[in-house]
């Protein structure tokens, strides 16, 4: 069983910075895959990035490509997405997910999720 919860979203104006963090419980996150998905209004829910059980390799949707890295601290049980450059439509929840495989980009094979992070972009 793994718990996750998000933070670290907010209000940024457009070109500036976020980074956020998923905090992770239980004692077989290190053996998992993450993801960040995002859902905007009206929107189906979209995969930004994810990252092996290790870190060591991970994978950027194309619309984040350049702009958002994903990270992990397995010591600490953390999962990061850096933010850069952020646009209005980049304005979502986000929200981690854990999972087996990687990679993994449909969000229905996802099996643990957290609650979301608002983040808004202004222009």
């Known amino acids: 069983q793994v718990q996750l919860v998000e933070s670290g979203g907010g209000l940024v104006q457009a070109g500036g910075s976020l980074r956020l963090s998923c905090a992770a419980s239980?004692?077989?996150?290190?053996?998992?895959?993450v993801g960040w998905f995002r859902q905007a209004p009206g929107k189906e829910r979209e995969f930004v990035a994810a990252?092996?059980?290790?870190?060591?390799?991970?994978y950027n949707a194309d619309s984040v490509k350049g702009r958002f890295t994903i990270s992990r601290d397995n010591t600490k049980n953390m999962v990061y997405l850096q933010m850069n450059s952020l646009k209005p439509e980049d304005t979502a929840v986000y929200y981690c997910?854990?999972?087996?495989?990687?990679?993994?980009?449909?969000?229905?094979?996802?099996?643990?999720w957290g609650q979301g992070t608002q983040v808004t972009v202004s222009s």
């Open positions: 990252t092996s059980w290790s870190g060591a390799s991970t």
């Open positions: 997910a854990a999972e087996r495989s990687y990679p993994v980009v449909r969000s229905d094979e996802y099996d643990y």
């Open positions: 239980g004692r077989t996150f290190s053996t998992y895959a």
